[in-house]
């Protein structure tokens, strides 16, 4: 008859194992909606999306472009005159 009553007690053990695992995932899960959250206010305050950025990205492509023709035209000429 004492086999029951050690069932209960390792099931009572088990539940209160279960409770503390589930305490402890909760709090887990509230520090990682709290990082969530501060990476998410980051993100909009800190940077830009493609539309804001695209028109950056065409000026500094141009000027690469120009910088890197005048380069090749200055050479092309250097050749040229000698």
Known sequence: MTAP???Q???RKSDMENA???AEIARDVGY???KVESIERLVQDKY???DQFSPVRN???GM???ILIAVIGALITLV???
């Open 5 to 7: 009553i050690e069932s």
């Open 9 to 11: 007690e390792y099931r």
């Open 20 to 22: 503390v695992h589930i």
């Open 32 to 34: 990682v909606r709290g």
């Open 48 to 50: 830009v999306t493609i």
């Open 59 to 61: 000026i500094v492509y």
């Open 64 to 66: 690469v472009g120009l």
């Open 80 to 82: 040229i005159r000698k």
